[in-house]
């Protein structure tokens, strides 16, 4: 158990570096945030950012991008 439910608790938030490392240990309701920096861009500052939310969860389902 790596305590993650102590640090967050219910309603709360923990931002994660290398969470897959820890992927299993994850829980179902986890809002995935992927920072990138694209192999095929020339400007070293140029980042990609990826947002994946749990399906089916009930507080995402209205939000609108």
Excluded: H, Q, Y
């Excluded at 299993?24 to 400007?43: G, H, V, W």
């Amino acid at each position: 158990d790596l305590g993650l439910d102590e640090v967050a608790g219910d309603d709360g938030i923990a931002l994660i570096e290398w969470a897959d490392r820890i992927e299993k240990a994850l829980p179902p309701n986890t809002i995935r945030i992927r920072i990138d920096r694209p192999d095929d861009s020339d400007d070293e500052n140029r980042r990609s950012v990826r947002i994946t939310f749990p399906e089916g969860e009930p507080r995402f389902a209205d939000l609108k991008f």
